[in-house]
């Protein structure tokens, strides 16, 4: 038996999102930047390898490590695209009249969820067929495509729940008022729902995007020529030496960084904003 | 969808469709008509194929690539492949040829069409501290021994001489590990292991154990491409007869290796 | 039971389905170390990261600006970075720089080896995330609540203990459980620092024997089933741990 009491039992529980980093002015990030990069070349440096040779080292391979992490960003904005576009589809699916279909689309976002995302990226790789035939010519799939396709599956899983979770937050009346004024279910979806749940859906597909954009590192691992593959060669390539090591990762880091927390600030704004008072 | 996307779909599908080549014909027309070789080469093993600071890859297999490209007077394009990708590429089409440190097995030989002679030979052996002083596989034995991910040795490793074999994506990340500690030695080919302690970075470390599977590269083509594949013999015959391989050994600071010098002698 | 694994061998000469995982006793040894090489691999982040959660929310309620800022600082970091990165970073930048100890073969070796380091990086990482969440949780217990405790007169420590962790525990369960859930999936990037986790086991496998189809699907499958046992598991909690009257 459920009761409903009107004692202060809890308040309601909103995950919050952490606060920005207080009080740092850009001047400070740089100089934790440096810090973090150099410290252990500090390390090092007492052993007695020379402190600028790391540093001279990176900014060789700086320009480089760019163009990896701009061929990273654009995997994410592919992906990004494709698993929204599917996944719109398949939460659309799960709200549906038909069973099958909503046991169909259930099935679908409930694996593709439940699985992880570098097993999916290695299933993609290995088995997604390396050209399709198509009108007698052969389409290649270069392996970036392939790794784009790997990671939109999470994505669109993802996104499915996304959707569904907004189409059901949405209060029931709306549902039944369209009803009333004999809308079609396509037109109730199209011209009043979706509208709607396009502003709830978008911190959470924001969210989603930043945890895309950190999982596109995992293209390296699949042999995709992306940031890290790049900074792995490159490692390779200047002879293994340990005092390199936390320079060139701690870049990585910081390139990632740098990208990823103005859009998570940018996310809590657009929460604020869009904030529903139910 | 509306009539107008379905159109503009359509369009661009067979637009991009053109441009492509079609797959039946064979390679070495499709090479000349496109104007590139694009060849598979390593880009994290040196001397054989690494990187440069401007991201180029060069090292004394892309050498050999832009040997066969101006033979056929085309441009050369170079593709980074891995152990574990380098056949998938060649099979699927994505590379014409692969020049990529690989062994010749019987299994190989089934997937890709790898040409005779061969034009390269290593064994296998490891790097570890000299401290250590292992003397036979067989010190191997319970030791957790750095390798690299889909080289075909491991399991022979591990299962032969009871050797813990730790596998890496690439050869940067088992290099780290073996510099830290994480593991007593590192399994690989003795080619790249010679040229490592050669390196001063390295000079605590040597390579003790005798060379064992001392097995041939093979370059490889797609199956079926005999015409492809009779080209490239008779380069590497070359090869061999004006001693390029001998002369890329020293250039890229690699000694000569028994193999490259017999097969020179038997081809002069 | 050897009779079940030499059909499993049949199969493979008859219609090419190769499962060496279960015909072969070498290879089948590899994954069921693997297997459980994940269970406790998962099992050890998720204790860890639970207590770097609860320990976080504490400090985040301190009243000094410092010990915010960096608990802040940690939870930005962690989170707007790649897991794989930190992981690369913990083990290769980070492990090479601890001392070393004399170890069973005869040479130097870190403290820490990689299961240890992927345990670390992968704690902290679900940690960043689980400090938000167990820190909305205190602050949805009402202040009448703990006012009402005081009142009887429990310590601090006594309130923070027996009052408002019992309820921020309950209501914190299900974005905890999702927490949870991606932490287990993100237990196979260990494969990246040679963690002889499934996925590692798996590619070894099928770099051996070339049935990389096979052992994908099984992969899939496996991490299916012992997701979604994670999942119900954690379902039937939350509802057992449900409070009445809210939600």
Not at chain 1, 226 to 235: C, D, I, N, R, Y
Not at chain 3, 160 to 169: K, M, S
């Amino acid at each position: 038996m459920s009761y409903k009491t009107d004692l202060p039992v809890m308040k309601p529980f909103k995950p919050r999102e952490p606060e920005p980093l207080l009080g740092f002015r850009p001047w400070h990030f740089v100089v934790i930047a440096l810090i973090a990069v150099f410290g252990p070349s500090l390390a090092f440096a007492q052993a007695g390898v020379p402190l600028l040779t790391p540093f001279a080292v990176l900014l060789d391979w700086v320009p480089l490590l760019l163009q990896g992490f701009i061929f990273n960003l654009a995997i994410s904005f592919l992906a990004m695209a494709l698993g929204t576009a599917l996944g719109t589809l398949l939460g659309l699916g799960q709200i549906s009249l038909s069973r099958v279909t909503r046991g169909v689309s259930w099935f679908l976002t409930q694996f593709f969820r439940n699985a992880p995302w570098l097993v999916l990226l290695f299933f993609a790789m290995f088995l997604l067929p390396f050209e399709i035939n198509l009108l007698g010519l052969s389409i290649p799939f270069p392996d970036w495509f392939k790794a784009i396709l790997g990671l939109s599956l999470p994505v669109m899983a993802n996104v499915s729940e996304i959707v569904r979770g907004a189409v059901k937050s949405l209060p029931s009346g709306q549902w039944e008022a369209a009803e009333s004024l004999a809308y079609s279910r396509r037109q109730t979806l199209w011209l009043i729902i979706l509208p709607q749940c396009v502003k709830r859906m978008l911190p959470p597909w924001m969210n989603l995007y930043s945890i895309l954009t950190m999982a596109t590192v995992l293209a390296s691992i699949v042999g995709v020529s992306e940031v890290m593959t790049l900074t792995g060669q490159a490692l390779a390539a200047e002879g293994g030496r340990p005092e390199l090591l936390a320079p060139f990762y701690g870049f990585v880091l910081l390139l990632f960084f740098a990208y990823c927390y103005p859009i998570a600030r940018f996310t809590v704004r657009l929460e604020r904003k869009f904030a529903v008072i139910n | 969808m509306s009539n107008t996307t379905m159109n503009t779909l359509a369009s661009a599908l067979i637009v991009s469709a053109m441009g492509l080549t079609a797959a039946s014909a064979d390679v070495l027309d499709t090479i000349k008509e496109r104007g590139t070789l694009v060849v598979g080469v390593k880009a994290d093993y040196k001397p054989y194929g690494f990187l440069d600071s401007s991201g180029n890859i060069i090292g004394i297999e892309p050498d050999l690539a832009k040997d066969v490209a101006d033979k056929l007077g085309v441009e050369v394009e170079y593709v980074p492949v891995v152990s574990s990708n380098r056949m998938q590429f060649l099979e699927q089409g994505k590379i014409d040829l692969m020049i990529a440190t690989m062994t010749d097995t019987e299994d190989r030989r089934k997937v890709v069409q790898i040409v005779d002679p061969n034009y390269y030979s290593s064994g296998t052996n490891i790097l570890a501290l000299k401290s250590l002083g292992l003397k036979e596989w067989e010190d191997l034995r319970g030791k957790p021994v750095c390798g690299i991910q889909g080289a075909f040795y491991n399991k022979s490793t591990s299962q032969n001489y009871g050797a813990e074999i730790v596998a890496f994506t690439g050869t940067a990340e088992a290099y780290s590990a073996l510099k830290a500690g994480n593991c007593a030695a590192f399994v690989y080919d003795d080619s790249a292991i010679v040229a490592k302690t050669n390196d001063p970075e390295w000079s605590d470390y040597e390579m003790p154990l005798k060379t064992i599977d001392d097995a041939p590269w093979g370059l490889a083509v797609q199956l079926g491409e005999d015409e492809f594949a009779a080209l490239m013999s008779d380069m590497i015959t070359e090869w061999h007869t004006s001693g390029r391989i001998l002369e890329l050994e020293t250039e890229w600071g690699v000694a000569n290796t028994p193999f490259a010098e017999a097969m020179h002698a038997k081809f002069k | 039971m050897d009779v079940i694994f030499e059909w499993f061998r049949v199969l493979y000469d008859e219609t090419g389905i190769n499962l060496p995982f279960l015909y072969d006793a070498y290879d089948r040894n590899r994954m069921i170390d693997g297997f459980f090489t994940t269970i406790r691999l998962s099992l050890v982040c998720l204790f860890f990261s639970v207590l770097i959660g609860v320990v976080g929310a504490w400090l985040q309620g301190s009243t000094f600006k410092w010990t915010r800022r960096i608990v802040n600082g940690y939870i930005q970091l962690f989170r707007n970075t790649p897991p794989l990165v930190q992981l690369y970073f913990f083990y290769f930048a980070i492990g090479t720089m601890l001392p070393t100890v004399e170890n069973d073969w005869g040479g130097q070796s870190p403290i820490l080896g990689s299961f240890a380091w992927a345990a670390i990086s992968l704690s902290f990482f679900a940690g960043a995330f689980n400090v938000e969440i167990f820190r909305s949780g205190i602050e949805a217990v009402p202040k009448s609540t703990v006012e009402a405790a005081e009142a009887l007169g429990f310590s601090r420590l006594q309130i923070y203990r027996d009052v408002t962790l019992p309820l921020a525990f309950r209501v914190v369960l299900p974005a905890l459980n999702n927490n949870l859930v991606n932490l287990v999936k993100t237990t196979t990037l260990a494969y990246a620092i040679a963690v002889p986790e499934m996925l590692y086991e798996a590619n070894q496998i099928w770099s051996d024997n070339v049935n990389v189809t096979e052992m994908m699907i099984f992969l899939l499958l496996a991490y299916f089933v012992l997701v979604g046992i994670l999942v119900g598991g954690m379902n039937r909690w939350e509802r057992a741990m449900r409070i009445p009257g809210f939600g």
